[in-house]
């Protein structure tokens, strides 16, 4: 075992006698490095190698100016993991209690004593200052820990940005991003209204990541998606035994979301009894587990979105009007692409180089007639239509892009059927091998298409499909079908 390394600073030769001695009792686990008089060498040493030392024992007051609480600070500023611990004489004109919290406030891990006069070799209370020396290792260990591993997953978090980022520099797109920044520090509940394919869930991964809960959970809630007789064991779990077929206990969507944040899409569409009982969450910070008597806390940000205007559901008594105030404390309204054309031209330039990357194919080029169309287009699928036909346009054997293409993948018309079904040979080629995943996405997306083209209704499609319906829309929203 390593042992844990000491640096001294002390200017008395009794003092350093006493450390000495009562360190030399656990000589197999302690070890004195290095042993300075005066603060100014003691900082060039940690300067010089801060990973050298663990702990740092100091007397407090030393000749040679740079010493005390000057020392300590400068020390931390160094090397915020060295741990410190203060010597002090039995006589101090401090109260014992405020001095102490002093010396922590500023940064110390501890303090002990040594008596006034050479009456004793050891330093006061022997056994207090090993384990003290023990528990400030600790105490380095894992803030040292602490640091790589949030070093680590902010490396994580900004990986995780970058995929998620708000693409356009309409002045639209630039003041949603002035909104982003400014509110999802304040952990205000936020409601975001679009048009369906505006970036409602884009802009919600946004708030979350860029809000102090970043390492904690972001949890989606679909609220039009769950059986309104599931709803309430969804969003808060139950306890094992709650009913019949419970045997074992199941969290909530709430809980597994405790300190992040909740996105409830589509929140318009959650049943009324369902709506009570958020208020109650959201009010009292409490949530009721089946089969549970007390209620217990949970401390989550809500961000929820709706392609509806809820003030006209209030109107129409489909959505509790207390509710709607809770949820709705900043509106974040993002206008559909027709409306910052601004973005297309930028959107469409972001999708198709980051598509033909990775799916090998060259960046195509547009005709002026290509582009205006594609300009003048509506876009009623907004961002998510825009980024679809991206992908498809790269499939088109032409270069450049012709109007009548345009149209034709707009209206999504089979450019050409023969085509169409040669666009997985197009990989069995040395030349154009790309990464499985992608592959396997493509093949998916175009089976999919295919049988729910051929299929009466989305159950039939899915029972063919030999996968269960909830299973089947989630999978049409991943291959953005
Ligand atoms: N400004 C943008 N920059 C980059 N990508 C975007 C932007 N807006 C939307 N997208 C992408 O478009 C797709 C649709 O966005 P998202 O799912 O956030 O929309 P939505 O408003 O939640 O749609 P729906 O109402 O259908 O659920 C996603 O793949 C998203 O990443
Ligand atoms: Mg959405």
């Known amino acids: 075992m390593n042992k844990i390394k000491i640096l001294l600073i002390e200017d008395e030769e009794f003092d350093v006698l006493r450390v000495k001695k009562t360190v030399s009792l656990q000589e197999d686990l302690l070890e004195i490095s290095e042993i300075v008089s005066d603060g100014k060498n003691a900082i060039e040493l940690i300067e010089s190698a801060p990973a050298r030392f663990d702990v ?81 290792y600790q105490k380095k260990i894992l803030e040292l820990a602490k640091f790589e591993y949030d070093n680590k997953m902010s490396g994580n978090i900004n990986i995780i940005m970058e995929s998620k980022r708000i693409i356009g520099s309409s002045e639209q797109i630039l003041m949603l991003n002035s909104m982003i920044k400014k509110y999802a520090s304040r952990d ?38 769950i059986p309104p007789d599931l709803i309430e064991s969804e969003l808060f779990g139950y ?26 899409d589509e929140i318009a569409d959650l049943p009324m009894n369902a709506q009570a009982k958020l208020l109650r969450v959201l009010q009292d910070g409490e949530i009721e587990k089946i089969g549970r008597s007390e209620s217990f806390s949970v401390d989550v940000r809500v961000v929820a979105a709706s392609n509806k205007n809820l003030e006209d559901e209030v109107l129409a008594k489909r959505f509790r009007e207390d509710l709607f105030y809770r949820l709705n404390i900043i509106p974040i309204q993002i206008p559909p692409l027709r409306e910052r054309k601004d973005d297309i031209i930028e959107l469409l330039n972001f999708f198709t180089i980051k598509y033909s990357d990775s799916l090998r194919f060259d960046k195509p080029t547009f005709t002026n007639e290509a582009m205006t169309e594609i300009l003048n287009y509506s876009w009623p699928g907004n961002v998510r239509e825009l980024k679809s036909f991206a992908q498809r346009i790269l499939f088109i054997d032409t270069n450049p892009i012709t109007v009548e293409i345009v149209r034709m993948s707009l209206n999504n018309l089979q450019v050409s059927a023969q085509d169409d079904n040669k666009i997985l040979d197009h990989y069995f080629n040395n030349e154009k091998i790309i990464h499985l995943r ?21 159950k039939q499609a899915a029972d063919k499909l030999g996968i269960a319906q909830p299973n089947f829309s989630r999978l049409c929203k991943e291959l953005e079908l």
């Open 56 to 136: 740092v024992i100091m007397d407090f007051q030393i000749a040679g100016g740079l010493m005390g609480e000057d020392l300590i600070c400068a020390i931390k500023k160094i090397s915020p993991y060295i741990q410190i611990i203060v010597i002090t004489k039995l006589t101090l004109n401090d109260n014992k209690f405020e001095f102490a919290n002093k010396l922590l406030k500023i940064g110390a891990f501890w303090y002990c004593t040594k008596y006034p006069t050479h009456i004793t070799e050891y330093i006061y209370q022997p056994t207090d200052f090993l384990i003290s020396i023990h528990n400030a």
């Open 188 to 225: 205000v509940n936020i409601l975001v209204y679009g048009e369906s394919g505006t970036g409602k869930e884009l802009v919600a991964y946004n708030i979350h990541y860029n809000s102090s809960r970043k390492f904690e959970n972001f949890v989606r809630i679909n609220c039009g998606s």
């Open 239 to 264: 306890e094992k035994f709650a009913f019949t077929g419970a045997n074992k206990n199941k969290k909530g969507l709430f809980e597994i979301a405790n300190n992040g944040t909740v996105f409830l």
């Open 438 to 458: 992608d592959f396997e996405k493509l093949a998916r997306t175009k089976y999919v298409n295919f049988v729910r083209e051929n299929s009466p209704s989305d």
